[in-house]
C-alpha cells in the first residue's frame, strides 16, 4: 500500500511517525511505502512564536531538521505539491515529479492573510510569523507609551492566543515599570472577550483587574495606517500608537490554487476525517473545515486518529474509529501563569484555575513538543 | 450561489471556534444577497447571532428550534 503525506507539519510528521512504527514490518516486508513530502527541510514549532514576539524564546529554538524528526523508515523529500489529481490517485510536485498513492493524508496547513483587511499590513504588528514574531518584539521594546490595540480577524488559528498575547503585554509592561503609561486596548470580533464562553467568563474579570480596556462585536474593516485607526464593520473606531493583529487566515496556497474549498479549507467529515467525495484521501490540523480550533492539539489527535484507520485499512480493510473533536489548550495567563482548555464534540470546555505549576508545564513542554512530533508522546 | 440558494453551516456540538464565529467566517466568504443557515446546538447562539446580525447590519430571517438545533437563517446584507 502507498501512502502519502503532503505536509510536514505537526499533523503530517505525526501521522508518517506512527504509521511508521505500526507498520514497520509491512514497509520490510515491501507491502507498506510511506512517503511525505513538504515544501521545506525545517519543523517549525508555531507555538513558540508567542514567546518570540516577548524576547523569552529566540528564533533558533522553534526549528529542527524535519529529517531529524522522521523515522528512518518514512521517504521524505522536499518537494512541494503543486496539484491534486484526485480521480486517478496522484500528485504532482514542484519539480515535476508524479507520485501516486492508494491513501493520501493532506496536512498542508493555513497561512496569514493580512492582505484581506486594507491597511493591515502596513500598519499591524503580528506574531504569525518569524518574522513578524521579531518585528513585534522589537517595537515592543521601543514602545514607550500609548494605545496598543489588539484586533482579532477571523477566521484564525489558536483562538486563545489574543488572550494570551494581552496578558503577556500587561505583564510585559509591568516588568519594565511603564504598565502605567500603556493603555491597552482588546477588540473581539463576538459578543464576549472569547469565544468560549468559560474563557469568556473567566477573562473579562481578569481585564478588569488588570486595567485592559475592551470592545467587543468589531470586526476589523481596515485600518488608516496613516492616521492610525482601525475601523470595524460594526461602525466603530480604534485609535492606536501600536496596532497588534490576530490576522485572517486561509488555507495552504496549494489549496487554494487547486479550488480544494471556500478560503481554502478543505471540506471534511468531521468524524471520518476524509476529504468529501474520497474515502482514501485524508484531511488533517489547520487545513480542515472541521469546526474545532486550529491548533496542533486538533492535529496531534486527528494524526493519531488516521493513522490508526489507516493501519486497520492495512490489517482489516476497514478503519476502527473517530476523531471526537478533541482539542487540548494551554493558555498563558500572563508570565508566570497558565491554565488550560480541554473539550470535544460532546463535553463542554472544563477550564481550570490558572496557576504558576500550570504555567512551568506549559514551559516544559515548549520543549516536549518534540517528542509529541515524533509520535512518543 | 446565487441568492436563492442557502448555505448550511453546521456548527453544532462546537465550542471553539463556536457557532457565531463560523458563521462570521463564512459571511465573509459569502455575497451580498446570499442567505446562510447556522445549525447550533447552543442557546446562545438564539441571542449571540442576532445582536451581530443587528449590529453589523445584516438580516435575520428566522430562528426555529428544530428537536435539539436551532436553525437561524441570516441574508447577507452588505
Same mark, same amino acid.
Given at each position: 500500500m502507498r501512502i502519502l503525506v503532503v505536509g510536514g507539519g505537526t499533523g503530517g510528521t505525526i501521522v508518517a511517525n506512527h504509521l511508521a512504527r505500526r507498520l514497520a514490518d509491512d514497509i520490510r516486508g515491501n507491502k507498506a511505502h510511506i512517503t511525505l513530502l513538504s515544501d521545506t527541510d525545517k519543523h517549525m514549532y508555531q507555538p513558540g512564536l508567542l514567546y518570540v514576539a516577548f524576547g523569552q524564546m529566540s528564533p533558533d529554538q522553534l526549528y529542527r531538521d524535519e529529517a531529524s524528526m522522521l523515522e528512518s523508515a518514512v521517504d521524505f523529500h522536499v518537494d512541494p505539491v503543486t496539484s491534486f489529481d484526485f480521480d486517478h490517485n496522484e500528485v504532482e510536485t514542484e519539480s515535476g515529479a508524479n507520485y501516486p498513492y492508494d491513501i493520501l493524508v493532506i496536512a498542508t496547513g493555513s497561512r496569514i492573510e493580512p492582505e484581506e483587511v486594507p491597511g493591515l499590513n502596513e500598519a499591524a504588528y503580528n506574531f504569525f510569523t518569524e518574522e513578524n514574531a521579531l518585528r513585534m518584539y522589537k517595537a515592543l521594546r521601543e514602545f514607550k507609551g500609548g494605545t496598543i490595540a489588539m484586533t482579532v480577524s477571523v477566521p484564525h488559528k489558536c483562538p486563545v492566543s489574543p488572550i494570551e498575547a494581552i496578558f503577556m503585554l500587561h505583564d510585559y509592561f509591568k516588568e519594565r515599570g511603564i504598565r502605567d503609561q500603556v493603555r491597552l486596548q482588546y477588540y473581539?470580533?463576538?459578543?464576549? %472577550?472569547?469565544?468560549?464562553?468559560?474563557?469568556?467568563?473567566?477573562?473579562?474579570?481578569?481585564?478588569?483587574?488588570?486595567?485592559?480596556?475592551?470592545?467587543?462585536?468589531?470586526?476589523?474593516?481596515? %485600518?488608516?495606517?496613516?492616521?492610525?485607526?482601525?475601523?470595524?464593520?460594526?461602525?466603530?473606531e480604534a485609535p492606536f500608537d501600536m496596532l497588534i493583529a490576530i490576522p485572517p487566515h486561509r488555507g495552504s496556497q496549494v489549496a487554494d490554487d487547486n479550488q480544494m474549498g471556500d478560503g481554502g479549507w478543505i471540506p471534511t467529515d468531521r468524524h471520518k476525517l476524509t476529504m468529501e467525495g474520497y474515502d482514501n484521501v485524508y484531511v488533517i490540523g489547520d487545513c480542515t473545515n472541521v469546526p474545532v480550533s486550529k491548533t496542533g492539539s486538533a492535529a496531534h489527535y486527528e494524526a493519531e486518529v488516521v493513522a490508526e484507520n489507516i493501519t486497520s485499512i492495512m490489517r482489516i480493510g476497514t478503519p476502527v474509529t473517530e476523531y471526537d473533536g478533541k482539542v487540548y489548550c494551554f493558555i498563558e495567563a500572563g508570565f508566570d501563569r497558565a491554565t488550560y482548555n480541554a473539550f470535544d464534540y460532546y463535553n463542554l470546555p472544563d477550564l481550570k484555575p490558572p496557576s504558576k505549576s500550570l504555567h512551568r508545564f506549559k514551559v516544559a513542554y515548549n520543549k516536549m513538543y518534540w517528542t509529541t512530533v515524533r509520535g512518543l508522546l | 450561489m446565487s441568492a436563492e440558494e442557502t448555505k448550511v453551516i453546521d456548527a453544532r456540538n462546537t465550542f471553539c471556534p463556536g457557532p457565531l464565529m463560523e458563521l462570521i467566517t463564512q459571511a465573509k466568504q459569502a455575497k451580498v444577497g446570499d442567505t446562510l443557515e447556522l445549525l447550533s446546538t447552543d442557546k446562545g447562539s438564539t441571542e449571540d447571532v442576532p445582536e451581530w446580525v443587528h449590529k453589523v447590519g445584516h438580516e435575520l430571517i428566522s430562528t426555529e428550534q428544530i428537536g435539539d438545533t436551532w436553525h437561524i437563517k441570516i441574508r447577507k446584507a452588505k
Amino acid at each position: 500500500m502507498r501512502i502519502l503525506v503532503v505536509g510536514g507539519g505537526t499533523g503530517g510528521t505525526i501521522v508518517a511517525n506512527h504509521l511508521a512504527r505500526r507498520l514497520a514490518d509491512d514497509i520490510r516486508g515491501n507491502k507498506a511505502h510511506i512517503t511525505l513530502l513538504s515544501d521545506t527541510d525545517k519543523h517549525m514549532y508555531q507555538p513558540g512564536l508567542l514567546y518570540v514576539a516577548f524576547g523569552q524564546m529566540s528564533p533558533d529554538q522553534l526549528y529542527r531538521d524535519e529529517a531529524s524528526m522522521l523515522e528512518s523508515a518514512v521517504d521524505f523529500h522536499v518537494d512541494p505539491v503543486t496539484s491534486f489529481d484526485f480521480d486517478h490517485n496522484e500528485v504532482e510536485t514542484e519539480s515535476g515529479a508524479n507520485y501516486p498513492y492508494d491513501i493520501l493524508v493532506i496536512a498542508t496547513g493555513s497561512r496569514i492573510e493580512p492582505e484581506e483587511v486594507p491597511g493591515l499590513n502596513e500598519a499591524a504588528y503580528n506574531f504569525f510569523t518569524e518574522e513578524n514574531a521579531l518585528r513585534m518584539y522589537k517595537a515592543l521594546r521601543e514602545f514607550k507609551g500609548g494605545t496598543i490595540a489588539m484586533t482579532v480577524s477571523v477566521p484564525h488559528k489558536c483562538p486563545v492566543s489574543p488572550i494570551e498575547a494581552i496578558f503577556m503585554l500587561h505583564d510585559y509592561f509591568k516588568e519594565r515599570g511603564i504598565r502605567d503609561q500603556v493603555r491597552l486596548q482588546y477588540y473581539y470580533p463576538i459578543n464576549k %472577550v472569547h469565544t468560549t464562553a468559560n474563557v469568556a467568563k473567566w477573562a473579562e474579570p481578569e481585564f478588569q483587574k488588570a486595567g485592559i480596556e475592551y470592545e467587543t462585536l468589531f470586526n476589523l474593516k481596515e %485600518v488608516d495606517a496613516e492616521n492610525k485607526i482601525a475601523f470595524s464593520e460594526e461602525g466603530s473606531e480604534a485609535p492606536f500608537d501600536m496596532l497588534i493583529a490576530i490576522p485572517p487566515h486561509r488555507g495552504s496556497q496549494v489549496a487554494d490554487d487547486n479550488q480544494m474549498g471556500d478560503g481554502g479549507w478543505i471540506p471534511t467529515d468531521r468524524h471520518k476525517l476524509t476529504m468529501e467525495g474520497y474515502d482514501n484521501v485524508y484531511v488533517i490540523g489547520d487545513c480542515t473545515n472541521v469546526p474545532v480550533s486550529k491548533t496542533g492539539s486538533a492535529a496531534h489527535y486527528e494524526a493519531e486518529v488516521v493513522a490508526e484507520n489507516i493501519t486497520s485499512i492495512m490489517r482489516i480493510g476497514t478503519p476502527v474509529t473517530e476523531y471526537d473533536g478533541k482539542v487540548y489548550c494551554f493558555i498563558e495567563a500572563g508570565f508566570d501563569r497558565a491554565t488550560y482548555n480541554a473539550f470535544d464534540y460532546y463535553n463542554l470546555p472544563d477550564l481550570k484555575p490558572p496557576s504558576k505549576s500550570l504555567h512551568r508545564f506549559k514551559v516544559a513542554y515548549n520543549k516536549m513538543y518534540w517528542t509529541t512530533v515524533r509520535g512518543l508522546l | 450561489m446565487s441568492a436563492e440558494e442557502t448555505k448550511v453551516i453546521d456548527a453544532r456540538n462546537t465550542f471553539c471556534p463556536g457557532p457565531l464565529m463560523e458563521l462570521i467566517t463564512q459571511a465573509k466568504q459569502a455575497k451580498v444577497g446570499d442567505t446562510l443557515e447556522l445549525l447550533s446546538t447552543d442557546k446562545g447562539s438564539t441571542e449571540d447571532v442576532p445582536e451581530w446580525v443587528h449590529k453589523v447590519g445584516h438580516e435575520l430571517i428566522s430562528t426555529e428550534q428544530i428537536g435539539d438545533t436551532w436553525h437561524i437563517k441570516i441574508r447577507k446584507a452588505k
